[in-house]
T-cell receptor, first 115, second 113 residues
Framework: AAGVIQSPRHLIKEKRETATLKCYPI?????VYWYQQGPGQDPQFLIS???????DKGSIPDRFSAQQFSDYHSELNMSSLELGDSALYFC??????????????FGPGTRLTVL | AQSVTQPDIHITVSEGASLELRCNYS??????LFWYVQSPGQGLQLLLK??????LVQGIKGFEAEFKRSQSSFNLRKPSVHWSDAAEYFC???????????FGTGTRLQVFP
């Protein structure tokens, strides 16, 4: 079965640079979620989109922005990168019918390293 | 505020032994509960979930979990652990009509042959 696709899988950036992470949800899924998992930490919710509109927001820094496109893929844009942004970034997706139950299917993650 | 507690940071068991990973949650209403497994450098794979109904839920890879409202717990169990079960296990709670999952801090399982 098709899964959530994230690209790139690994990304290395310098401080103050920008990064763009991409997420392609499971086919027919219309809701996308972004999570950040720091080293040795649990995943923290950043932001979510439903039908291309932001639906919920967590602890996402102002330096980060995200959007969902008409084909339901999503991009997380990160600017003025800091060392503390080094983390594993997960994207998850679901179908609207499962959204109320919070059932989310996770991608493999993008590991961002900021030097 | 909603929260999830996994009291055991690290558990070591012998292959073939039984396993129980503890999870306690704090949430006013009936929660949606999940267990995810994460192998090193990998994503989160859903093991099982509880929404309502039967409080004993079966998952993949031979795992099961029991929802106990009186104890605010959702412990994960497996009768016989395999070496391939070594991984990080996360308990998570979802809230009705919001999007975010709240994760516990995880339990790292190590399996000895």
């Amino acid at each position: 079965a098709a899964g959530v696709i994230q690209s790139p899988r690994h990304l290395i950036k310098e401080k103050r640079e920008t990064a763009t992470l991409k997420c392609y949800p499971i086919p027919r899924h219309d809701t996308v979620y972004w999570y950040q998992q720091g080293p040795g930490q649990d995943p923290q919710f950043l932001i979510s989109f439903y039908e291309k509109m932001q639906s919920d927001k967590g602890s996402i820094p102002d330096r980060f922005s995200a959007q969902q496109f008409s084909d339901y893929h999503s991009e997380l844009n990160m600017s003025s990168l800091e060392l503390g942004d080094s983390a594993l970034y997960f994207c998850a997706s679901t179908h609207a019918g499962d959204r109320v139950n919070n059932e989310q299917f996770f991608g493999p993650g993008t590991r961002l390293t900021v030097l | 505020a909603q929260s999830v507690t996994q009291p055991d940071i690290h558990i070591t068991v012998s292959e073939g032994a039984s396993l129980e990973l503890r999870c306690n949650y704090s949430y006013g209403a009936t929660p949606y509960l999940f267990w995810y497994v994460q192998s090193p450098g990998q994503g989160l794979q859903l093991l099982l979930k509880y929404f309502s109904g039967d409080t004993l839920v079966q998952g993949i890879k031979g795992f099961e979990a029991e929802f106990k409202r009186s104890q605010s717990s959702f412990n994960l169990r497996k009768p016989s652990v395999h070496w391939s079960d070594a991984a990080e296990y996360f308990c998570a709670v979802g809230q009705y009509n919001t999007d975010k999952l709240i994760f516990g801090t995880g339990t790292r399982l190590q399996v000895f042959p």
